[in-house]
T-cell receptor
Framework: GESVGLHLPTLSVQEGDNSIINCAYS??????FIWYKQESGKGPQFIID?????DKRQGQRVTVLLNKTVKHLSLQIAATQPGDSAVYFC????????????FGKGTKLSVKP | DTAVSQTPKYLVTQMGNDKSIKCEQN?????MYWYKQDSKKFLKIMFS???????INETVPNRFSPKSPDKAHLNLHINSLELGDSAVYFC????????????FGQGTRLTVV
């Protein structure tokens, strides 16, 4: 079965608020994690990634937190904008240098103006 | 220039037909993939190719066959199409196999009637 999942299938936030999207993974050997954003009718687009030797990484308006103790990954989006509305996926790399990305089920983020 | 391009964007065909989806990447990446996204947005890897060699062949029916004439192309051929094959198929590429970002095409929506 798939090892990556999400707590919330849908998330609705007010424009300007912060968003937090959560992801649980079950493979403790995963060495790399990545968040993708998928807008309607498009392919997944890279947002931010993090390696297993880190617990936090920041990008522009986004932060990824990794808690290996409880196998939890989260994506924080600051000052959420209407353009952030999309489906968000977490993915993990299983298999090291010969691995591939296994995706979670996705969370739909809706931003209310 | 489009980094990962796949054609066609939409494909409607009858059960039992054979069809192909083409994919090209101009990023100079060594690894290419095919993913299937079902109606619930779940993304599942089907194949990956590294330097024209099949690395991973997930448990997909042998009616699906990836063909790579060179490392910039990975086409997906499907024989004897079934209703359950209806989905969105994404091609992707990454610089190397393993713990690295994958770049996705815009997807091909396949509808089998």
């Amino acid at each position: 079965g798939e090892s990556v999942g999400l707590h919330l299938p849908t998330l609705s936030v007010q424009e300007g608020d912060n968003s937090i999207i959560n992801c649980a993974y079950s493979n403790s050997a995963s060495d790399y994690f990545i968040w993708y954003k998928q807008e309607s009718g498009k392919g997944p687009q890279f947002i931010i990634d993090i390696r297993s030797n880190m617990d936090k990484r920041q990008g522009q308006r986004v932060t990824v937190l990794l808690n290996k103790t409880v196998k939890h990954l989260s994506l924080q989006i600051a000052a959420t904008q209407p353009g952030d509305s999309a489906v968000y996926f977490c993915a993990e790399n299983i298999g090291g240098s010969q691995g591939n990305l296994i995706f979670g089920k996705g969370t739909k983020l809706s931003v209310k103006p | 220039d489009t980094a990962v391009s796949q054609t066609p964007k939409y494909l409607v065909t009858q059960m039992g037909n054979d069809k192909s989806i083409k994919c090209e990447q101009n990023l100079g990446h060594d690894t290419m993939y095919w993913y299937k996204q079902d109606s619930k947005k779940f993304l599942k890897i089907m194949f990956s190719y590294n330097n024209k060699e099949l690395i991973i062949n997930e448990t997909v029916p042998n009616r699906f066959s990836p063909k790579s004439p060179d490392k910039a192309h990975l086409n997906l051929h499907i024989n004897s199409l079934e209703l359950g094959d209806s989905a969105v198929y994404f091609c992707a590429s990454s610089q190397v196999q393993g713990a690295t970002e994958a770049f996705f095409g815009q997807g091909t929506r396949l509808t089998v009637v």
